[in-house]
């Protein structure tokens, strides 16, 4: 394999990585913020409102609760599932690294470690 070509596939996996990284803290934020809603939900002893569209609709607060939690155990199996999928990637890249390391690669990598 020519070294353009091995360049190539770090680059396809870094690329993918950063991907991934960049959806999970999407996720993340989101995940904080349905939290968020949730805890105030249930420290709310006032009525509680949806908004639908441009429609603000007043809604039963057990099943917004139920929406939320919903939700947030949604976005938590989405950010486990992007977790793995980045340990996955970053394995391949370290063992792809690995495999086309030349003496002096190592020598250099050992001096950094």
Same mark, same amino acid.
């Given at each position: 394999m020519s070294q353009k070509n091995k360049i190539q596939e770090v680059q396809i996996l870094e690329n993918n990585l950063q991907n991934i990284l960049l959806q999970k803290q999407v996720f993340q934020m989101e /995940?904080?913020?349905t939290q968020s809603a949730l805890n105030y939900v249930n420290q709310s002893k006032e009525?509680?409102?949806k908004i639908v569209g441009q429609l603000m609709i007043k809604t039963d607060k057990s099943k917004v609760k139920e929406e939320l939690s919903n939700k947030e155990k949604m976005l938590e199996l989405r950010i486990k599932s992007l977790e793995k999928q980045e340990n996955s990637i970053e394995a391949v890249s370290y063992t792809h690294l690995r495999a086309h390391e030349t003496s002096l690669h /190592?020598?250099?990598r050992l001096l950094l470690e």
């Amino acid at each position: 394999m020519s070294q353009k070509n091995k360049i190539q596939e770090v680059q396809i996996l870094e690329n993918n990585l950063q991907n991934i990284l960049l959806q999970k803290q999407v996720f993340q934020m989101e /995940l904080s913020e349905t939290q968020s809603a949730l805890n105030y939900v249930n420290q709310s002893k006032e009525d509680i409102f949806k908004i639908v569209g441009q429609l603000m609709i007043k809604t039963d607060k057990s099943k917004v609760k139920e929406e939320l939690s919903n939700k947030e155990k949604m976005l938590e199996l989405r950010i486990k599932s992007l977790e793995k999928q980045e340990n996955s990637i970053e394995a391949v890249s370290y063992t792809h690294l690995r495999a086309h390391e030349t003496s002096l690669h /190592l020598v250099c990598r050992l001096l950094l470690e």
